[in-house]
Nanobody
């Protein structure tokens, strides 16, 4: 069974940091691009970041660029999202996904259940 389990969310004050992790099982992890999206009540779902099969190619949304950094450890089947200088606008449920061969076909993505990040002002 394919499972993605996200962790690391919590409650922090503005300016603080968190590191999210998403560990995958049931897939050949190093054959998948990995990414993060977030969704907050009343706001549109937003793609945050993704990383291809190695650290050589990454994407970060303009809203988080310079503050968030995605990385992966293929030996641990884990993708990370280091979030620094958190802002109240970052409050959301963060979901990780796995994209086979980085093809970008959403219908083929595997999704985790998400982890809640709450940033207070």
């Amino acid at each position: 069974e394919v499972q993605l389990q996200a962790s690391g969310g919590g409650l922090v004050q503005a300016g603080g940091s968190l590191r999210l992790a998403c560990t995958a099982s049931g897939i050949s992890f190093d054959d998948y691009a990995m990414g993060w999206i977030r969704q907050a009540p009343g706001k549109e779902r937003e793609g945050v970041s993704f990383i291809k099969m190695t650290d050589d190619s990454t994407y970060h949304a303009d809203s988080v660029k310079g503050r968030f950094t995605i990385s992966r450890d293929n030996a641990k089947n884990t993708v990370y999202l280091q979030m620094n200088d958190l802002k109240p606008g970052d409050t959301a449920v963060y979901y990780c996904y796995a994209d086979p061969m980085a093809r970008g076909a959403r219908d083929l993505f595997t999704w985790g259940r998400g982890t809640l990040v709450t940033v207070s002002s």
